[in-house]
């Protein structure tokens, strides 16, 4: 009963594929590290567009209903009130209500909220491409000296042959990437990612002429813990059925005349609850004890039980 604490008070699946399948020492983790120290998720060493493989982030694909171009005057229109609606959205962490800018990174002063993908969807409902000279996949306006790289901005792109300006395209992709300095940071974030996630899986996106797909950095553990829990009944009525299975195996049968019955002479069944219930006790100590001692318990140690109990 005293070790059996630690599942009450301690009791967490440890998911991490990383950590499951991959040595302690492993060379691609010094690798990613180094990705790690040169370009921090700090605000002073953002910049848009860097992949840093650790930066927590909500990257959006949005493509057109009926599958034409995302540059058309009406879907130009309703991307842009869909960038607002991100860039607006609230989120509650420990009730208390906040806004993407409280936890977004800062580029030049600002909040990053994918100004390029804006300024673009602008500049064809003006139908000012043609005039503004918009290329692909680099794209120079007179604002600015600096080249715009476009191709990790459109997807499908369609150009005219003589003079390279962009005719229509597919799809947009825009990014959202977020504070994780400190561990109140990271946990909003995932707040707030996962918030959005829903809010776009139930449709709630301000726009009707276009379908947005989501991915962010707590997908992985997100898809992890709902198929866990869709096979959690699964696996509590194999449970059942597996203790009287094993019950059932020591009953011997024997033949008296034209009937059958059981032979509570060489039958065993106490004993095979005696077994099952000290293997149930052993299986809660162990774990129990372990994550007392702060030992972590993985994913699949679930099967543990099914192993113990075949045997």
């Known amino acids: 009963m005293a070790l059996s604490t630690g599942l009450i008070f301690k009791f967490k699946i440890y998911r991490n594929i990383d950590y499951l399948f991959s040595p302690v020492e492993a060379p691609w983790k010094y690798e990613e590290q180094v990705f790690s120290d040169l370009w921090e998720s700090r605000d002073d060493q953002f910049y848009p567009g860097k992949k840093v493989l650790r930066r927590q982030g909500l990257n959006l694909i949005v493509a057109s209903v009926d599958g034409g171009s995302v540059l058309r005057l009406e879907q130009a229109e309703q991307f842009i009130r869909l960038l607002d609606w991100i860039a607006n959205s609230t989120f509650v962490y420990n009730n208390t209500t906040?806004?993407?800018?409280?936890?977004?990174?800062?580029?030049?002063?600002?909040?990053?909220?994918n100004i390029h993908a804006f300024f673009l969807a602008k500049t064809f409902i003006n139908g000012d491409q043609v005039r503004l000279n918009?290329?692909?996949?680099?794209?120079?306006?007179?604002?600015?000296?600096?080249?715009?790289?476009?191709?990790?901005?459109?997807?499908?792109?369609?150009?005219?042959?003589?003079?390279?300006?962009?005719?229509?395209?597919?799809?947009?992709?825009i990014s959202y990437q977020q504070k994780q300095q400190t561990h109140l940071l990271q946990e909003m974030g995932k707040t707030w990612e996962t918030t959005m996630g829903q809010r776009i899986w139930r449709r709630e996106i301000p726009t009707d002429l276009l379908n947005v797909y989501f991915f962010?950095?707590?997908?992985?553990?997100?898809?992890?813990?709902?198929?866990?829990?869709?096979?959690?009944?699964?696996?509590?009525?194999?449970?059942?059925?597996?203790?009287?299975?094993?019950?059932?195996?020591?009953?011997?049968?024997?033949r008296k005349g034209r009937f059958v019955a059981i032979d509570w002479v060489i039958s065993k069944p106490y004993l095979a609850w005696a077994g099952l219930l000290s293997t149930l006790l052993a299986i809660i100590s162990a774990i129990g004890f372990g994550l007392l001692t702060d030992i972590v318990f993985i994913d699949m140690a679930t099967v543990m039980p099914f192993l113990i109990i075949c045997k």
């Not at 806004?99 to 600002?110: E, G, N, Q, S």
């Not at 476009?150 to 229509?168: E, R």
């Not at 869709?230 to 009525?237: A, E, Q, W």
């Open 134 to 173: 918009v290329t692909y996949p680099h794209f120079q306006s007179g604002l600015q000296s600096d080249f715009i790289d476009l191709s990790m901005t459109l997807g499908d792109v369609k150009t005219d042959p003589a003079s390279g300006v962009i005719i229509s395209a597919s799809a947009w992709l």
């Open 216 to 254: 962010h950095s707590n997908t992985l553990e997100e898809e992890l813990d709902e198929g866990n829990r869709r096979t959690m009944p699964k696996f509590v009525l194999t449970f059942i059925v597996l203790i009287i299975f094993s019950v059932l195996g020591t009953l011997t049968l024997t």
């Open 98 to 113: 906040y806004r993407y800018k409280d936890i977004c990174l800062i580029f030049r002063d600002h909040c990053f909220a």
